[in-house]
């Protein structure tokens, strides 16, 4: 059992150096106490999820060509998030417009390699 997230939920990649806030649009017609929350389908890069920084997963395209550059020298390239698929494990039980609700123990892969979790979810007075 997990709290609900909401906007302003803080998540983190274990490939990139900064943890970035959350944003979810009222499309899901679900709203917390602090704002819209979160549904599997929020998952859009730049949108519902902005770079965590620089990204230091050799998967990473750009970071691969640099690390090449120097000789072999892991050198992280810019983050750019990209999902392969939705949020799991969601609360099948409270649907959404778009979806199952997202909850603090949802976590969505890059297609990079990394495993974006929810660190903090921005509201503490809906636990599902």
């Given at each position: 059992?997990?709290?609900?997230?909401?906007?302003?939920?803080?998540?983190m990649?274990?490939?990139?150096?900064?943890?970035?806030?959350?944003?979810?649009?009222?499309?899901?017609m679900?709203?917390?106490?602090a704002?819209?929350?979160?549904?599997?389908?929020?998952?859009?890069?730049?949108?519902?999820?902005?770079p965590?920084?620089?990204?230091?997963?050799?998967?990473n395209?750009?970071?691969?060509?640099?690390?090449?550059?120097?000789?072999?020298?892991?050198?992280?390239?810019?983050?750019?998030?990209?999902p392969?698929?939705?949020?799991?494990?969601?609360?099948?039980?409270?649907?959404?417009?778009?979806?199952?609700?997202?909850?603090?123990?949802s976590?969505?892969?890059?297609?990079?390699?990394?495993?974006?979790?929810?660190?903090?979810?921005?509201?503490?007075?809906?636990?599902?």
């Amino acid at each position: 059992m997990g709290m609900g997230v909401c906007t302003g939920a803080i998540a983190m990649c274990p490939f990139g150096v900064a943890p970035t806030p959350l944003t979810f649009l009222p499309t899901s017609m679900l709203m917390g106490a602090a704002g819209p929350m979160g549904s599997c389908a929020d998952c859009i890069p730049f949108l519902n999820i902005v770079p965590f920084g620089v990204c230091s997963s050799i998967l990473n395209p750009t970071t691969a060509s640099l690390t090449a550059a120097a000789l072999g020298v892991l050198t992280p390239g810019p983050c750019i998030p990209t999902p392969a698929g939705m949020w799991i494990p969601t609360k099948p039980t409270v649907m959404s417009k778009m979806g199952p609700m997202l909850t603090s123990d949802s976590m969505l892969i890059c297609a990079y390699g990394g495993v974006i979790k929810i660190n903090m979810p921005a509201q503490f007075t809906v636990l599902i």
